[in-house]
């Protein structure tokens, strides 16, 4: 299964606007989001790219299984910052997913580090090294939005339990 993460900053004239610009920066806009836990499928890639790629991702109003992270503010010289952390097994490729948001890059880096290692001990697990993707900014006087998401892949609304789209050469 191959997993994409990609990171974006929004502005907007309100949150919800710079949230929504977010997702559009990072190819997420004209999908129903479904907000998934934090656990990485067997035999899973992982992939870091600039924005999801369209080709993966299925048609507008689709539902979109995502893990995201997000942060919002509209109080200048307030920061938002977003984001991600994974580890995965060498041999099995699973793995776990945290995503945490926060006002400094440090908060967020820490709770990344902090989470990753309580969710590998309550599972007795050693997944070695994590990986992070973080983002953020500092709001300098309209809304911002700090958005980190990995998608998993789409669904159309009709035909319930029709195949989930995947990318040409991954099934």
Not at 53 to 68: A, F, I, K, T
Not at 83 to 110: C, I, K, M, N, Y
Request: net charge negative.
């Amino acid at each position: 299964m191959q997993l994409y993460v990609a990171s974006s900053i929004g502005r907007g004239r309100t949150e919800l606007g710079a949230f929504d610009a977010a997702l559009a920066g990072a190819g997420a806009h004209n999908f129903n989001l479904i907000r998934l836990s934090s656990v990485v499928p067997p035999d899973s890639e992982v992939t870091r790219v600039p924005k999801l790629p369209p080709e993966c991702l299925g048609e507008w109003g689709d539902r979109l299984y995502v893990v995201y992270a997000e942060q919002r503010t509209s109080t200048p010289g307030t920061q938002v910052w977003a984001g991600v952390g994974w580890v995965q097994d060498p041999v099995t490729r699973r793995g776990l997913f945290v995503e945490h948001e926060g006002h400094s890059e440090d908060a967020v880096r820490d709770l990344i580090e902090g989470s990753l290692t309580d969710l590998q001990a309550t599972r007795n697990l050693d997944l070695g090294p994590g990986q992070t993707c973080v983002i953020g900014g500092t709001c300098a006087g309209s809304p911002l939005c700090a958005l980190v998401v990995v998608a998993f892949g789409a669904e159309p609304w009709s035909g319930i339990g029709s195949a989930v789209a995947a990318c040409p050469g991954l099934e």
